[in-house]
């Protein structure tokens, strides 16, 4: 234990209710000036950002993480995120107000946290609480659908429920049942055996698996064709300066789009000039770490959340020169080479979108089909042809915790209701950096119906052997009945050709020499995304499962592609 860093634990403030929320506060000893504030607030209970609140404590500031109302030792009714009537705003506001007010404090306060506790923030940014000087927000999207609306995120989305919210809410209330994170973790993974990612329809969950949160979950089914975040158009309400923090394989990569609306949408000028992001190689809740899923993305990742913290809160807080002002306002780290690049704006410049072609003369199922990659564009070929059975879904390749990761794609090679369209291998190397989307012209024999496209780089096999090692560096998905937007839902005519695209994450990666290009269309990519049933029906109350037969052109009049943005 720091010894240089004292705790107060359980330190209660009354919000305008009266309703008293209760935050750990810690605090540099032997310190006697007065310090600013660094503020997050968490429904996982604030006794897991102990190590970042000492650290930053210790950095000379008065660290303090509050449980949100309703959750571990704050009293109150918790309402979940996508709850509109919850108290987010005021609760933040008035929390941001009392920690200037503590002992010892300058007035100037900073908030700080990521994934829910960076919605706490953009929720109560706009309420513009008088003492709040600047922000660090890392993982939560503008979109609370990000870029794939309509679609449940199946097994993340169902442990962040079961083992995550409902064991607190089960001791408040006494139910039965696991009653902590560690043992209802313990429960999915040893006992259940994740079996609730495959179970029909989701409405009908028992009630004792929700532990009393089963009409808030059925809520929840409802809203992913919604954006429920309350937080898409805030940024004209902001006027404090925000250090986004996001992670290529982060699910929620539309924290990105935060940045890009203050920039334009900001208060005042100086929120509008005064905003910074950084971009690297890590996932939801992994930033800061070189080693991601099953691969190692060298020093140059290695970056503690704590080392970008402090220059920031130092300068917008403390007043002191830390340079943090005087870098690029972009960082972002370029996979392939493992190396950060910065730019002047995002996306940066020089950066062209560029068409890659599908081609196949004969079938582009599975890796060893004929599929091709490259910049013609195709004249009279055949379209390739898959059967989606959602009863024999793709596959993700995750790690346990069910948060996107590269991994090895190979595993999935020999699927054929898996189109693969590859490049020959690379002659130079080719760099791309920014978003991506693959266009496709498809058919369907289902109403409504997913399709998948996920980048690969496939390196050369040892000895000759092909493939080596197949990265997925982006990836996305689209329900088609959304194809023309989300609030234009539209069923497919069954055999009917349509054109559709497919948002992807974006992506900085350098394809080395000798490796290639790929890109893998499916319709399933499984628990990551649920399953789509086929039947054009409301998916969390359909239990029933169809086969679809699908079809992608590839010709002169329907030339599928992904389109790339090339840099230079």
Same mark, same amino acid.
């Given at each position: 234990?720091?010894?240089?860093?004292?705790?107060?634990?359980?330190?209660?403030?009354?919000?305008?209710?009266?309703?008293?929320?209760?935050?750990?506060? &810690?605090?540099?000893? %032997?310190?006697?000036?007065?310090?600013?504030?660094?503020?997050?607030?968490?429904?996982?209970?604030?006794?897991?950002?102990?190590?970042? #609140?000492?650290?930053?404590?210790?950095?000379?500031?008065?660290?303090?993480?509050?449980?949100?109302?309703?959750?571990?030792?704050?009293?109150?009714?918790?309402?979940?995120?996508?709850?509109?009537?919850?108290?987010?705003?005021?609760?933040?506001?008035?929390?941001?107000?009392?920690?200037?007010?503590?002992?010892? #404090?300058?007035?100037?306060?900073?908030?700080?946290?990521?994934?829910?506790?960076?919605?706490?923030?953009?929720?109560? @940014?706009?309420?513009?609480?008088?003492?709040?000087?600047?922000?660090?927000?890392?993982?939560?999207?503008?979109?609370? !659908?990000?870029?794939?609306?309509?679609?449940?995120?199946?097994?993340?989305?169902?442990?962040?429920?079961?083992?995550?919210?409902?064991?607190?809410?089960?001791?408040?209330?006494?139910?039965?049942?696991?009653?902590?994170?560690?043992?209802?973790? @313990?429960?999915?993974?040893?006992?259940?055996?994740? *079996?609730?990612?495959?179970?029909?329809?989701?409405?009908?969950?028992?009630?004792?698996?929700?532990?009393?949160?089963? $009409?808030?979950?059925?809520? &929840?089914?409802?809203?992913?064709?919604?954006?429920?975040?309350?937080?898409?158009?805030?940024?004209?309400?902001?006027?404090?300066?925000?250090?986004?923090?996001?992670?290529?394989?982060?699910?929620?990569?539309?924290?990105?789009?935060?940045?890009?609306?203050?920039?334009?949408?900001?208060?005042?000028?100086?929120?509008?000039?005064?905003?910074?992001?950084?971009?690297?190689?890590?996932?939801?809740?992994?930033?800061?770490?070189?080693?991601? %899923?099953?691969?190692?993305?060298?020093?140059?990742?290695?970056?503690?959340?704590?080392?970008?913290?402090?220059?920031?809160?130092?300068?917008?807080? *403390?007043?002191?020169?830390?340079?943090?002002?005087?870098?690029?306002?972009?960082?972002?780290?370029?996979?392939?080479?493992?190396?950060?690049?910065? @730019?002047?704006?995002?996306?940066?410049?020089?950066?062209?979108?560029?068409?890659? !072609? #599908?081609?196949?003369?004969?079938?582009?199922?599975?890796?060893?089909?004929?599929?091709?990659?490259?910049?013609?564009?195709?004249?009279?070929?055949?379209?390739?042809?898959?059967?989606?059975?959602?009863?024999?879904?793709?596959?993700?390749?995750?790690?346990?915790?069910?948060?996107?990761? $590269?991994?090895?794609?190979?595993?999935?090679?020999?699927?054929?209701?898996?189109?693969?369209?590859?490049?020959?291998?690379?002659?130079?190397?080719?760099?791309?950096?920014?978003? @991506?989307?693959?266009?496709?012209?498809?058919?369907?024999?289902?109403?409504?119906?997913?399709?998948?496209?996920?980048?690969?780089?496939?390196?050369?096999?040892?000895?000759?052997?092909?493939? %080596?090692?197949?990265?997925?560096? #982006?990836?996305?998905?689209?329900?088609?009945?959304?194809?023309?937007?989300?609030?234009?839902?539209?069923?497919?005519?069954?055999?009917?050709?349509?054109?559709?695209?497919?948002?992807?994450?974006?992506?900085?990666?350098?394809?080395?020499?000798?490796?290639?290009?790929?890109?893998?269309?499916?319709?399933?990519?499984?628990?990551?995304?649920?399953?789509?049933?086929?039947?054009?029906?409301?998916?969390?109350?359909?239990?029933?499962?169809?086969?679809?037969?699908?079809?992608?052109?590839?010709?002169?009049?329907?030339?599928?592609?992904?389109?790339?943005?090339?840099?230079?």
């Amino acid at each position: 234990m720091d010894a240089t860093v004292a705790v107060e634990r359980d330190v209660p403030a009354a919000m305008r209710d009266g309703t008293l929320l209760r935050a750990d506060v &810690y605090r540099p000893v %032997g310190v006697s000036e007065s310090l600013p504030a660094l503020v997050a607030r968490t429904p996982y209970n604030k006794a897991g950002m102990e190590e970042v #609140c000492r650290t930053m404590a210790a950095q000379g500031y008065i660290a303090i993480v509050q449980d949100i109302r309703g959750r571990y030792a704050s009293d109150g009714e918790w309402r979940p995120m996508y709850d509109a009537t919850n108290l987010e705003p005021t609760d933040g506001y008035d929390t941001v107000e009392w920690a200037a007010r503590l002992p010892g #404090c300058t007035g100037d306060v900073g908030t700080f946290g990521g994934s829910y506790a960076a919605l706490t923030q953009w929720r109560l @940014a706009p309420t513009r609480p008088p003492q709040l000087r600047a922000m660090y927000a890392s993982g939560f999207p503008r979109l609370a !659908y990000d870029r794939w609306p309509g679609i449940f995120r199946t097994d993340r989305h169902l442990q962040w429920h079961i083992t995550t919210t409902v064991p607190d809410y089960r001791r408040r209330q006494g139910l039965p049942g696991p009653t902590t994170v560690e043992e209802a973790r @313990a429960h999915w993974e040893q006992h259940e055996r994740h *079996k609730w990612v495959w179970f029909l329809p989701f409405d009908e969950i028992p009630a004792e698996v929700l532990g009393g949160l089963r $009409p808030q979950f059925r809520a &929840y089914l409802r809203k992913h064709a919604e954006d429920w975040s309350g937080v898409a158009h805030v940024h004209r309400e902001i006027e404090v300066p925000v250090y986004h923090q996001t992670g290529w394989y982060d699910r929620l990569i539309g924290a990105i789009d935060h940045y890009t609306a203050m920039v334009a949408q900001g208060r005042t000028e100086h929120a509008r000039r005064n905003q910074k992001l950084i971009i690297g190689p890590w996932t939801h809740s992994s930033g800061g770490t070189r080693q991601q %899923g099953d691969r190692d993305f060298g020093p140059e990742a290695e970056v503690p959340v704590a080392d970008l913290m402090t220059p920031w809160f130092d300068y917008w807080l *403390k007043g002191r020169a830390t340079g943090v002002m005087d870098e690029p306002p972009v960082r972002y780290f370029v996979m392939g080479v493992n190396r950060w690049e910065t @730019a002047a704006q995002w996306p940066p410049a020089g950066v062209y979108p560029t068409p890659f !072609y #599908c081609h196949a003369e004969t079938a582009a199922n599975g890796f060893g089909g004929d599929g091709r990659l490259d910049r013609e564009r195709p004249g009279a070929e055949p379209p390739d042809r898959f059967v989606y059975d959602p009863r024999d879904p793709v596959m993700s390749v995750l790690p346990p915790v069910a948060q996107d990761a $590269p991994g090895d794609h190979r595993v999935l090679f020999d699927r054929q209701d898996v189109l693969y369209y590859t490049s020959a291998p690379l002659a130079a190397p080719l760099k791309i950096v920014g978003p @991506a989307e693959a266009r496709l012209f498809i058919a369907s024999s289902a109403p409504d119906t997913d399709f998948t496209a996920i980048l690969l780089d496939v390196a050369p096999g040892e000895a000759g052997e092909a493939p %080596g090692y197949a990265q997925n560096l #982006c990836s996305g998905i689209l329900r088609c009945r959304y194809r023309r937007g989300v609030d234009r839902p539209a069923l497919l005519r069954p055999g009917e050709s349509e054109e559709i695209t497919i948002p992807l994450t974006p992506v900085a990666h350098v394809f080395r020499p000798g490796h290639r290009i790929a890109v893998a269309v499916s319709s399933s990519n499984f628990p990551l995304f649920d399953r789509n049933h086929n039947t054009g029906r409301d998916y969390w109350s359909d239990a029933e499962l169809h086969v679809a037969d699908q079809t992608v052109f590839h010709d002169s009049e329907r030339p599928s592609q992904i389109v790339l943005p090339v840099v230079g």
